[in-house]
Structure formats: C-alpha cells, structure tokens
C-alpha cells in the first residue's frame, strides 16, 4: 500500500525546493542584467562604439625648409605605395608572386619586405614597394579584388631639389626603425608617430624634428561587423610641422660645391655679426633622396666602401691640423702675454733650435726670412717666429687661451654630426698615453701641428672671432620659424667676449692679415679682406729632406687650408677652406678663398642652379 500522506509531503518540499532555486537563479540573472544595463552601461557602451568606430589617423605634413631668401631647400611631394596587412594574407608567398605577376617587385624589395615582416606587428599594414607609377596603380586597383589585405596608398615624401648640395646640411629623413621607435618610447613620443613612417636622420632634419614633424590627426569612421566602413563620424585634421628658414645662402653654397668639385675637402661661410652659417659644404657628397624611400643594400655599400668618405661630414666631423691659419691667434697671446711686443724682432736663419739641444726645426723657407716681427712673421708665416712664441709661452696657456675660441669642444651648431677637435695639453696628453709633455711637442703645437685638431667650422668660427676683436657668437643655422600664425626670428646668442690686456693688440693681428691678404691674392679686389694660409703636414718628414709631393702617394700629400674675411673694415663674412691632399695652401686654397670671397661681396642678381 502507498502511504499517500508521505508521497504528497515528499512532493511538496521537492517543489518549495525547486521553486527556490528557480527564485534564486532569476535573482541572480536580473542582478546580472542590472550590473550590464545600469552599472557598467558606460563601459559596455564605450566597447561596442570601440567595435564600431574604428579611429585612423592622419599622418600630418612636415614642415618645409628654406634658405635665407626665401628659396625651398626641402619640399614634401606626393607618391603611390603598395601597402600589405600581414594578417589578412594567408599564403605570403604566394600572394607576392602573384603580385609580381602584375606589378615588378625587385628581388631586393622583397627581401627588404621579408626582413621587416619578422619584427612588425601583423594587424599593422607595412609597405611592400613604394612610389608606385600611375600606370601600376591603374593595374592594381583593377585587380584589387584578387588581393585583399593589400592597398594602395596615396602620401607625401622628402624631397630635396638641390640633392647633393646641401645634404650635409639638411640631413634626410628615413624609415623609423627599432632604434628610433625605442628613443621616440622613451621620450613619450610615439604617439605623435601612429601616422607617419618617417623622420629626420640626419642634419637639420633629425635636430629640428620637433618643429618639423607636426601633429597627427584623426580620423572616425562607423564600421559594420566585417570592418567595412558605412559612414565618417569626425575628422580632426592634423597640424602640419612648422616650416623653418636657415641661414644659409644658396648662391655661396652652390659656389663653394662648385669649388670643391673633384676635390676632398670643406667650405665654411659665417657672418661674424650673429654667428650665422652661409655656407657649409663637404666634398665629396650624396644624394640624400636615395634614403626616403629605403636606400638599397648595393648602394649603401658603395657609398659605405668609398674610400673618399662621402657620408663623413667634413665640415663639422673632419679633423685636420689648423696649420698656419693659427698663428695669428697665437701672435694675438704672444702680445697680450707680453712674450713678444709690436716691434720685436726675431733672427730666422731657416731653423730655430731648443736651447742646449742639437735638433733643428726648420721653417718652411730653408734660408730663412731674416729678421722678422709679428707683422712680417705672420705674412710670410715664419715657423721660426712661431717656435720661439711657442717655447716662451708653454703648451697650457696656449691651450687655455685658445680654447675661449673654441678649440678642442663643440661650437655647439645645430646639427648633431659635429667633433670637438683636439686642443693638447700636458694633462690631456698624460691621460691619453700616459707620458710626460715635451718642449718638442710644445714647438709643434706653435705652428698648428703635432696633436693639435680642428674641423673647418672651428677654424671659421675663431677667425670670425678675431674679426670681431673677441665677441663670439656660436655658429648656427636657423634663422626664423614660420607657423600659421607668424614669422619668428631666432634669438642671436652671444657668448661673453675675449678681454685682452691690451685691447689694440687686436688690431695689429687683423692688421697683419689684411697685409696677408693684399700681398698674396686681393692685391687687385674692390674691397679689402684680411686672410692666413696653411699647409699642413700629412705625414712627417725626417730632417734634412726635402719634401717633394710627386714622389708621395696622394693620401699622403700636405692639405692646403686658408681663413679670411671682408670686408677688413666692417666684416660681413668669414671663410674657412680646407681642401685634402692639396698641397701649398696659398697656391691651391688662396684662389678658392678670393673666389668665394669675390661671389659674396660682388654679387648682383642671381637664379638658384637646380
């Protein structure tokens, strides 16, 4: 028998028991849609917007680059890449060889490709072959629909209309690589780069990069569910970079390449009155184009293989005896040390000999110059004048002195390839090799050779000082900033001047320069300049031989360098010329100087050589 009592219990605490937990697990669900709906509504309703807008941005347009009369030295141009998102191809090989069948890719575009795609993210697009024809992009976009994950890109490139002239000057931009995108991580930059491949390398482009490079904007777009866009929702345009004129001259800059072509060597122009750079040239140079897009290996090799260092930036990075163009500074602290006065006279037989010591120093004139003073010792550049300064001086107040003009440390331009030279000392010398000074080091030295270094812009730079009897304005390249608003001036920087003891012995040196001048090459000029020669030993000499340049390799041959200015009465501009390997350098500089010098001061009008 059934014991329905027990049953009709046993149903009922089985259906209050259910009917809880039916209670329970509504609770539970209308909790949940209560903690979707109303407490995380925003953060719900911001991730659905996320999946259906879709933020791009908007790459901005760098900033032009001009000379100081207003001619484009960079300009942006517009070009056609073929662009691939790596994760929306399934086969990669394949799909390039189809590629290949419509559009020419190079064996060594591909393998540039192929290297990039191991270190790039595969939700990114990366570009594949750049500066596409009309006629290639006409071909693809008929056979896009084959290719999907693959477009053409429409955008702007560097371009320099002057190429191998100012690329030293200017730089290039390039592709960022991981280096540059860990220094732009670092800086809390990288955000500025979502848009753009490029930036500046070197030169002008890579210092000033924060003016240039301007602001991304953004661009959002609703998209269905397959990532396809249905319509513009907000566009933020982009601020384009600053555009920036240099102080640079064209005209002086395509007559100082012209100069130096076919020769190993530099030009620097300054304008003593705020320390501006007119012209800063290195011979031999290269196309800064060939790096926007990606050099090729073969051509990055030859130029890396050249023996005649195109890449090295002789102006500000080459290192050469300063030679004779010194000995007016050093005459200028024989006179404010009282080692020597206007009107002293040295015997020159040919050599001049430490006392007590039987080694001679021969002067460049084997018989000698006779008597000289500071005049005469500077116009005919009288080694012997000059080991007597020296030896009466020392080594560590010529060092001293000549570093207030900037020898041995960076002027400070505003490009980053630049060395300091080398201004010796008994310290430096004891820390670099660890040996003891010599009075025979200190005779080199006072003739601008020995350990001593310098690069063209120094030499420019200190002369520039001398020409203005001791203000100093650090050498520089931008003039004005342009932005949409306004044109602003670059503030001159002027560095405290070199006081003397003895303030007119800075007009007996230029004195002595402007007869340097007259004497060698200005004799005939309209206008009245000052300058000093220098040839400086490549390899030594041993005693008693005669140096003869036809019997020596052409490496080894003396570099001829000369500095001057005009005019000698209101300098204007200051000039430094080192030309590698040239010989004597009144006979091969000289006449580059005068006509450097000619192009400057009797200019007319004048058309930009493209």
């Known amino acids: ?202 030169g002008i482009e890579k210092f000033y990069e924060s003016l240039l490079h301007g602001t991304p904007g953004h661009l959002e777009e609703e998209v269905n569910n ?68 990606g050099i090729n290996s073969k051509d990055y090799s030859d130029l890396l293989n050249d023996k005649s260092r195109p890449l090295i930036n002789r102006a500000t990075q080459g290192q050469y005896a300063p030679a004779s163009t010194v000995k007016p500074i050093i005459a200028l602290l024989g006179l404010d040390e009282k080692a020597v006065t206007e009107h002293t006279r040295i015997w020159d037989p040919g050599f001049w000999q430490i006392p007590g010591v039987e080694r001679k120093y021969r002067d460049w004139k084997r018989w000698g110059h006779g008597w000289v003073n500071v005049y005469s010792a500077i116009v005919e550049s009288c080694d012997t004048y000059f080991y007597e300064l020296a030896y009466k001086i020392g080594v560590d107040p010529i060092a001293r002195f000549m570093e ?13 390839e630049e060395s300091a030279g080398n201004m010796p000392s008994k310290e430096w010398k004891r820390l670099k090799y660890n040996q003891a000074w010599y009075i025979g080091d200190t005779i080199s030295v006072g003739i601008g050779q020995g350990y001593w270094t310098a690069t063209p812009l120094q030499l420019a730079s200190a002369t520039a000082i001398l020409a203005n009897d001791g203000r100093r304005f650090p050498p520089h390249l931008l003039k004005s900033i342009k932005d949409n608003t306004a044109k602003i001036d670059s503030p001159i920087n002027e560095l405290p001047p070199i006081e003397l003891k003895n303030p007119r012995n800075w007009k007996i040196i230029n004195e002595a320069m402007r007869q340097t001048a007259h004497k060698s090459r200005f004799t005939d000029a309209s206008y009245t300049a000052a300058m000093k020669t220098g040839t400086a030993q490549v390899i030594g000499v041993a005693e008693n031989t005669k140096y003869d340049a036809n019997k020596i390799a052409e490496h080894f041959r003396d570099n001829a360098l000369v500095v001057a200015y005009a005019p000698f ?10 030309m590698e390997n040239a010989g004597w350098g009144g006979a091969n500089a000289g006449p580059v100087a005068r006509a450097m010098l000619d192009e400057y001061m009797l200019r007319d009008t004048w058309k930009p050589t493209p």
């Open 1 to 202: 028998m059934h014991d329905h009592a027990a049953e009709a219990s046993l149903f009922k605490r089985r259906a209050l028991f259910t009917f809880f937990c039916v209670v329970a697990l509504l609770s539970v669900l209308v909790t949940n849609l209560y903690h979707l709906q109303v407490e995380s509504y925003k953060d719900y309703a911001t991730r659905s917007n996320d999946n259906r807008i879709r933020v791009v941005p908007i790459a901005p347009s760098r900033g032009l680059i001009y000379d100081r009369n207003g001619v484009l030295l960079a300009e942006n141009q517009p070009f056609y890449s073929l662009d691939l998102v790596p994760e929306k191809i399934a086969n990669m090989s394949e799909t390039l060889d189809e590629l290949g069948k419509l559009i020419e890719i190079t064996p060594d575009e591909r393998e540039t490709f192929t290297d990039a795609l191991k270190f790039h993210r595969r939700f990114k697009p990366l570009t594949l072959k750049n500066q596409l024809t009309e006629e290639q992009v006409a071909i693809f976009s008929v056979n896009q629909h084959r290719f999907p994950g693959i477009s053409v890109e429409a955008g702007l490139k560097r371009n320099y209309p002057y190429a191998s002239q100012l690329t030293h000057v200017l730089g290039y931009v390039g592709k960022i690589n991981t280096r540059d995108r860990a220094q732009l991580e670092r800086n809390d930059q990288w955000k500025n780069y979502a848009a753009t491949k490029d930036i500046g390398k070197q």
């Open 404 to 416: 207030q003009f900037g020898f041995g440390q960076n002027t400070g331009v505003d490009i980053f």
């Open 569 to 578: 009465e209101d300098p204007k501009i200051v000039l430094a010329v080192v």
């Open 226 to 293: 397959r990532g396809r866009t249905i319509r513009t929702l907000k566009i933020v345009p982009p601020e384009p970079g600053q555009d920036i004129y240099l102080t640079l001259d064209l005209q002086l800059q395509q007559k100082a390449v012209e100069l130096l072509q076919g020769h190993r060597g530099s030009i620097v122009a300054i304008d003593p009155r705020d320390g501006g750079i007119l012209a800063l040239v290195s011979s031999p140079s290269y196309d800064p184009n060939q790096f926007v897009q």
